[in-house]
């Protein structure tokens, strides 16, 4: 079959998987795609637990498949099984979220060309709430041919057999979700050590190592904790990948995410950034990296040229991983190193400008209502708090801190503190609640009061820079009056006149080093 899918002629759709000791993320992920799949073809490579009848009950045809070290043959094998038109390759815990099943159905059925192998965006959830996800893009639905095969013994590729058919890569709709496993510590470990096993052996028959494997050895050493070895790894990738290449950006961007400020010089990162600038000199994951180190050393003018670069002009090479938000991110970073040097009509512009163009970003709708707090101007706060998802306590609490921080941004404490005090007794743990809560208690000596509304604020912004500082604060009023209780033994009175400066309204800004993303690899069935 060539050229566009019609209706009478509606293609077969293969989901293909290959498992091991799935049971516990399986059934989710294969419900997401039964109403689309004609067939499901899943291939265990030797489960002890009860994956291969959830497979079954879940419509699956279940193959076995001896495990010989190496993905790109087992891979290989399932596909040989498959019979649609088409297939899709998913890993265990990963699934298409909301409308994605639908949408790549729909596509399939009208749009696709078996001329073509496609990209799907495969995104991981943040770490820690408040943060940014993962994305990347990756060759996951291609036109089922004799002549398509996968190569590595890990970090296996089927794009080099694409283009060798002279296939057209482009992009499919929708999009595959990961497991939230992908954060946990001890199964990255395992997979690390996993990897590094294979690694070894076809490196022992790929003299010298290839960048593939040198990327997956960096990865592997940094979720070991291995920064060293990780670095030297990302080092010997860069030597060896093509030059401008996206394995090459991807060391480069390993390397960042492994610097140790304790065993390298204050400037590394920055000189890692301008060598890899004047490769990518767009890139816009690099200038954000860039101008956040320039910002921690105050380096406020170059910062915000850098900032200003990712926005205007910022690139995104969808098949490195990358920050799913980064777009908003940088305008955010932008927004707010304008807004520490008092250019705030400027950073208005640059958020309205980003929102223009992400209007569904929650993330920068936030940062204009920041901005209007800290201007006073309620009314336009309250109508941006309205756009936003339907909050859990409800609209009203919300809008009722809304008003008490724009009151809290011009000092008036008083009756800031009752409409903030009356939104959280009401349930109400939106961040914007919480952190202008804690702005009127610390701010006015209330410090012992701070602390509940403190670790409510820690429970849904764990990473928040600002939030630490001020948690660094509450630590330091502790440690003195216990200081003083063991000196004096006074009765602790907490509101003794001890007020804590706090600068109202102004912007949290990212912490150095700069969130990066992992180097996440595309081989993740959880073998030995």
Excluded at 2 to 10: E, F, L
Excluded at 81 to 108: H, K, M, Q, Y
């Amino acid at each position: 079959m060539t050229g566009c899918a019609t209706q009478t002629s509606r293609p077969r759709l293969s989901v293909a998987m290959i498992v091991r000791n799935e049971q516990d993320v399986l059934t989710e992920s294969l419900e997401s795609v039964r109403p689309i799949a004609d067939e499901i073809v899943v291939l265990d490579t030797g489960s002890t637990d009860q994956t291969p009848l959830i497979a079954r009950r879940c419509g699956a045809m279940v193959e076995q498949f001896t495990w010989c070290e190496d993905f790109s043959a087992a891979r290989n094998h399932c596909f040989s099984l498959v019979t649609g038109n088409w297939v899709l390759w998913l890993d265990a815990g990963e699934r298409l979220p909301g409308n994605s099943a639908a949408e790549l159905r729909e596509f399939i059925d009208h749009l696709s060309d078996q001329s073509n192998a496609y990209t799907m965006l495969v995104e991981v959830p943040p770490a820690v709430p408040g943060t940014s996800g993962e994305q990347v893009a990756q060759m996951r639905l291609v036109p089922n041919r004799k002549d398509l095969e996968f190569t590595g013994r890990l970090r296996e590729t089927i794009r080099l057999s694409v283009e060798a058919a002279g296939l057209h890569v482009d992009i499919a709709p929708g999009r595959i979700l990961r497991h939230p496993r992908q954060h946990n510590p001890e199964r990255c470990s395992r997979i690390a050590r996993r990897d590094l096993e294979l690694a070894e052996l076809e490196i022992a028959g790929d003299s010298p190592p290839s960048a593939r494997l040198l990327l997956v050895a960096g990865e592997a050493y940094g979720n070991l904790d291995d920064r060293k070895q990780a670095r030297d790894a990302f080092l010997k990738a860069i030597e060896v990948a093509e030059h401008g290449s996206t394995e090459m950006l991807e060391a480069y961007y390993g390397l960042l995410t492994n610097f140790d400020t304790e065993t390298s010089g204050c400037d590394d990162p920055l000189n890692i950034c301008l060598e890899a600038l004047e490769i990518y000199p767009l890139d816009a994951q690099l200038l954000l990296a860039m101008g956040n180190y320039l910002q921690s050393q105050n380096r406020l003018d170059l910062a915000t040229r850098s900032f200003q670069v990712a926005v205007k002009h910022g690139q995104i090479n969808l098949e490195v991983w990358h920050l799913s938000e980064l777009a908003e991110m940088a305008a955010n970073c932008f927004s707010a190193i304008l807004q520490l040097q008092g250019k705030d009509k400027e950073a208005f512009t640059v958020l309205e400008e980003a929102l223009n163009c992400n209007s569904d970003s929650s993330r920068l709708r936030r940062s204009l209502i920041d901005l209007h707090i800290k201007h006073g101007r309620s009314a336009e706060a309250i109508e941006l708090i309205d756009q936003l998802p339907e909050p859990p306590g409800g609209r009203r609490p919300l809008q009722e801190a809304v008003r008490g921080a724009c009151m809290a941004a011009g000092q008036n404490w008083t009756p800031a503190l009752g409409r903030l005090q009356s939104a959280y007794l009401s349930g109400c743990r939106d961040p914007l609640c919480l952190r202008w809560l804690s702005v009127v208690l610390l701010s006015n000596g209330q410090i012992e009061a701070a602390a509940p509304v403190l670790q409510d604020w820690y429970k849904v912004e764990p990473a928040n820079a600002e939030l630490h500082r001020y948690l660094e604060a509450f630590r330091q009023h502790r440690r003195a009056a216990v200081a003083k209780a063991d000196s004096e033994e006074p009765s602790l009175d907490d509101s003794s006149g001890h007020q804590y400066r706090v600068d109202q309204g102004a912007p949290a800004l990212p912490a150095s080093p700069v969130q990066l993303p992992t180097i996440s690899q595309d081989s993740s069935a959880d073998v030995p």
